[in-house]
C-alpha cells in the first residue's frame, strides 16, 4: 500500500482550509450537489468498492451491499431530502428579563474535518461520516485503515474521479501518516477505533484544541432472561449479529447471559441455527457466505483466546481452533460455554466469531456480572418477552445504545443516535445525529438599540442608581419573569413600534439579525406595522403559536431580501 506522503497531507489539509474560508461550502445548493456526487459515485462504482470489500474481508457482495454501500449511499440521499430541514435556523424563546429581543440558533458548517476509519467496516466508517461532514457544509479528509489495502486503493483512485481535493481526499497510511494528520487543526475529527488508539487521537487532538468524536469498541452484552421470546426467531437473530462480518462488528454481542432453566435450549437453539446458515463445522470453511478475517495475526489472536478459555475452564460447544485456518484467515464460528472469568475472552473485546455463554440465576446476578466487566458497553441487549425486565437492565446498566429482542439493528436506524459512552466512546453518528455532529450551532441574540427598551438603564453603574431598590428589582426580574416566546417577543416588539419606533420593517430586520438601510427604515410606515401585528395575530387565532411563528419568520425573510 503506498502511503500519503507528509508534504501532500499538509498541502490537502491547506487546500481545503483556502476553500472553507471562501464560504463555497456553505450555500444548502453546493452542499447538495457534493452530496450528489456520492450517489452518483456508489451507484457508477458498486462493483469496484464490493470487490475491495471481498479482497479485504471476504465479504460477499450481499453482506457488502446491505452493511457498507447501501447504508452510506441511504446516508447521502436521506441528507439530501433533510438538508433544508436539518440546516433551518430554530428560533426559539427569549428570557424575559432580556425583553424585547430574538433569539436564534443558526447550523453552521465547522469547517475542515477529519473521518479515520478502522478497518472492520472500511467503506462505510469512512464514507458515512464524510456524508455528514459534506452535509453540514464541510470539507472532509478521509484516512481509510491500512489493514484494508484493497478498499483504501480504491478509494484513493476513485474518489478524485467525483470529487476535488479541496473538497474531499483520501489520505492513505498506517501510524506515521495518523500521526502527521494529528499535529495539523481540524475543526472536527471523527475517529472510529479501538479505545487503545482513541486515547491517542483524544490526546493528540488536545494539543491543536481540535474537537473529536470517538467511535470506539468493548464488550457488548446480551442477555436472555427466563421468560425469552420465540427460540428459534431468537437464535436466529443472535447468531446472525455474530457472525455478520465474521464477528467483527463494533456492536457484536460479545457474550451471552442466560437465566440458566434456558441454558440447555439456547446452546441447542444456537448450534442450529448456525448449522443453518453455514453448514456442519468441517464444513463451514468452504462457505463462502462467511467473511474472513482481517489478517493472519487477527485469526491466531482468536485462536490462543480459546485455547485461554479452554485451560480457564471452557467447554466447547461448537466450532473451535482445530477448525481454524491462519493462513486463509479464517476461524469457524465458535460458542464456548462457562469459561473462568479470567479468560481473555471474557476481559478484552473479542471482534471475532467467538460468542462465550455464561450462565446466571436471577437477573441481579446478570447486571452484578455485567458491572464487574471493565468499560462502558457500547450496546446493550436484552432478550425477553416482559418489557419491565428490559427496563430493569436498562436502568442498571449503562451503554451507548441498546435494542430489546434483537440485534445489530439499531445501527441501522438513523433517526436514533449511534455512539458509545465512557469507554465506547462520546459522540454520535448517523442521520441528523452524524449532520449535528458536524455542525456548529451558533446561538445569536438580537435586540433593537433604543432608548425606550433601556428600562431606565437599571443594568449600567451606578447600581445605586434607584437606591436599594435597582439589586432586588433585578434580581425580581430576572428569576420570576418567564421566557419569551419568540411570538411573543415579536408582538412586543410590533407594539413598542406603535409607540413610536421606526415600524414593522425595522422590526423585521433587526428581528433578522441584519442592520436597516436608511431607505428601508424610510419605507417603513403605518399601514405595514398594522399589517404585520395583524398576520402575527390572525396566524396565532387560526394555526397557534406555530403559524404565527412561522409568519413571523417569513415577515422577516421578506425584509432581510428588501
Ligand atoms: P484501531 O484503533 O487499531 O485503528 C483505527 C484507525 O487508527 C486506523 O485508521 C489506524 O490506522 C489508526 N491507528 C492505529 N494505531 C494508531 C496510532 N498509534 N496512532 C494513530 N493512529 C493509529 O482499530 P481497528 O482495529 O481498525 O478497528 C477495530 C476497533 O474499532 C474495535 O475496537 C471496534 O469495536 C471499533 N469500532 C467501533 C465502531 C463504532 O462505530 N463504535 C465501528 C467499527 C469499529
Same mark, same amino acid.
Request: glycine share 8%; charged share 25%; proline share 3%.
Given at each position: 500500500m503506498s502511503s500519503t506522503?507528509?508534504?501532500?497531507?499538509?498541502?490537502?489539509?491547506?487546500?481545503?482550509?483556502?476553500?472553507?474560508?471562501?464560504?463555497?461550502? /456553505?450555500?444548502?445548493?453546493?452542499?447538495?450537489?457534493?452530496?450528489?456526487?456520492?450517489?452518483?459515485?456508489?451507484?457508477?462504482?458498486?462493483?469496484? $468498492?464490493?470487490?475491495?470489500?471481498?479482497?479485504?474481508?471476504?465479504?460477499?457482495?450481499?453482506?457488502?451491499?446491505?452493511?457498507?454501500?447501501?447504508?452510506?449511499?441511504?446516508?447521502?440521499?436521506?441528507?439530501?431530502?433533510?438538508?433544508?430541514?436539518?440546516?433551518?435556523?430554530?428560533?426559539?424563546s427569549a428570557p424575559g428579563a432580556l425583553m424585547p429581543s430574538f433569539c436564534e440558533m443558526r447550523k453552521e458548517p465547522r469547517g475542515v474535518t477529519l473521518v479515520i476509519g478502522p478497518f472492520n467496516y472500511p467503506f462505510s466508517t469512512g464514507f458515512g461520516p464524510a456524508v455528514s461532514a459534506l452535509a453540514a457544509g464541510n470539507t472532509c479528509i478521509i484516512k481509510p485503515s491500512e489493514m484494508c489495502p484493497a478498499t483504501d486503493k480504491m478509494l484513493r483512485d476513485l474518489i478524485p474521479k467525483y470529487f476535488d481535493p479541496e473538497v474531499l481526499a483520501v489520505v492513505s497510511g498506517a501510524i506515521p501518516e495518523t500521526t502527521k494528520?494529528?499535529?495539523?487543526?481540524?475543526?472536527?475529527?471523527?475517529?472510529?477505533?479501538?479505545? /487503545?488508539?482513541?486515547?491517542? $487521537?483524544?490526546?493528540?487532538?488536545?494539543?491543536?484544541?481540535?474537537?473529536?468524536?470517538?467511535?470506539l469498541g468493548g464488550k457488548s452484552p446480551l442477555i436472555i432472561t427466563k421468560e425469552m421470546p420465540e427460540l428459534e426467531a431468537m437464535a !436466529?437473530? $443472535?447468531?446472525?449479529?455474530?457472525?455478520?462480518?465474521?464477528?467483527?462488528?463494533?456492536?457484536?454481542?460479545?457474550?451471552?447471559?442466560?437465566q440458566e432453566e434456558n441454558v440447555e435450549a439456547v446452546l441447542e437453539a444456537f448450534?442450529?441455527?448456525?448449522? !443453518?446458515?453455514?453448514?456442519?463445522?468441517?464444513?463451514q470453511i468452504? =462457505?463462502?457466505?462467511?467473511?474472513?478475517?482481517?489478517?493472519?495475526?487477527?485469526?491466531?489472536?482468536?485462536?490462543?483466546?480459546?485455547?485461554?478459555?479452554?485451560? =480457564?475452564?471452557?467447554k466447547i460447544v461448537t466450532g473451535g481452533s482445530e477448525y481454524g485456518d491462519a493462513k486463509a484467515k479464517y476461524f469457524p464460528p465458535t460458542i464456548i460455554y462457562n469459561p473462568g472469568p479470567k479468560s481473555k475472552i471474557l476481559t478484552e473485546e473479542i471482534f471475532g466469531c467467538i460468542l462465550p455463554i455464561i450462565p446466571y440465576k436471577t437477573n441481579g446476578d446478570a447486571i452484578r456480572y455485567i458491572n464487574t466487566m471493565r468499560g462502558t458497553p457500547l450496546a446493550l441487549y436484552v432478550f425477553t418477552r416482559i418489557r419491565e425486565h428490559f427496563d430493569f437492565f436498562m436502568d442498571a446498566v449503562p451503554s451507548g445504545g441498546a435494542v430489546h429482542n434483537d440485534v445489530l439493528l439499531h445501527f441501522a436506524c438513523s433517526t436514533i443516535p449511534f455512539g458509545g459512552l465512557g469507554t465506547s466512546g462520546y459522540g454520535s453518528g448517523h442521520g441528523k445525529h452524524g449532520f449535528d455532529s458536524f455542525t456548529h450551532t451558533r446561538g445569536v441574540l438580537s435586540k433593537p438599540c433604543k432608548g425606550i427598551f433601556e428600562f431606565g438603564g437599571i443594568r449600567y453603574p451606578p447600581y445605586d442608581r434607584y437606591g436599594g431598590f435597582s439589586g432586588p428589582l433585578?434580581?425580581?426580574?430576572?428569576?420570576?419573569?418567564?421566557?419569551?416566546?419568540?411570538?411573543?417577543?415579536?408582538?412586543?416588539?410590533?407594539?413598542?413600534?406603535?409607540?413610536?419606533?421606526?415600524?414593522?420593517?425595522?422590526?423585521?430586520?433587526?428581528?433578522? @439579525?441584519?442592520?436597516? /438601510?436608511?431607505?428601508?427604515?424610510?419605507?417603513?410606515?403605518?399601514?405595514?406595522?398594522?399589517?404585520?401585528?395583524?398576520?402575527?395575530?390572525? @396566524?396565532?387565532?387560526?394555526?397557534?403559536?406555530?403559524?404565527?411563528?412561522a409568519m413571523a419568520r417569513q415577515a422577516a425573510q421578506t425584509c432581510r431580501a428588501a
Open positions: 506522503p507528509n508534504e501532500k497531507i499538509s498541502a490537502l489539509h491547506e487546500a481545503q482550509k483556502k476553500l472553507f474560508a471562501t464560504s463555497k461550502t /456553505r450555500p444548502l445548493m453546493w452542499r447538495k450537489q457534493q452530496l450528489a456526487k456520492v450517489v452518483k459515485f456508489i451507484d457508477e462504482c458498486s462493483t469496484q $468498492i464490493s470487490d475491495a470489500l471481498t479482497k479485504d474481508l471476504g465479504k460477499t457482495a450481499f453482506e457488502g451491499e446491505v452493511t457498507e454501500i447501501e447504508v452510506t449511499k441511504l446516508e447521502a440521499l436521506e441528507a439530501i431530502e433533510n438538508l433544508d430541514s436539518w440546516s433551518a435556523t430554530e428560533y426559539v494528520l494529528m499535529e495539523l487543526e481540524w475543526d472536527m475529527i471523527f475517529f472510529t477505533g479501538s479505545e /487503545r488508539v482513541g486515547k491517542i $487521537i483524544a490526546g493528540a487532538a488536545a494539543k491543536t484544541l481540535s474537537p473529536v468524536i470517538l467511535e !436466529n437473530r $443472535i447468531m446472525w449479529g455474530k457472525t455478520i462480518n465474521a464477528g467483527q462488528t463494533c456492536v457484536a454481542p460479545d457474550y451471552v447471559l442466560v448450534k442450529t441455527s448456525l448449522e !443453518n446458515m453455514f453448514g456442519k463445522t468441517n464444513e468452504k =462457505n463462502s457466505t462467511f467473511s474472513r478475517n482481517v489478517s493472519v495475526d487477527h485469526t491466531k489472536r482468536l485462536i490462543s483466546m480459546i485455547d485461554d478459555a479452554k485451560s =480457564n475452564g471452557g433585578f434580581k425580581f426580574l430576572v428569576a420570576k419573569l418567564p421566557n419569551i416566546p419568540v411570538m411573543y417577543s415579536t408582538a412586543l416588539y410590533y407594539s413598542a413600534c406603535t409607540l413610536g419606533c421606526v415600524g414593522t420593517m425595522y422590526l423585521a430586520l433587526n428581528y433578522a @439579525g441584519v442592520e436597516p /438601510r436608511e431607505d428601508a427604515k424610510a419605507s417603513v410606515n403605518g399601514l405595514t406595522k398594522f399589517i404585520g401585528e395583524l398576520i402575527v395575530d390572525l @396566524g396565532k387565532w387560526i394555526g397557534g403559536e406555530g403559524l404565527a411563528r
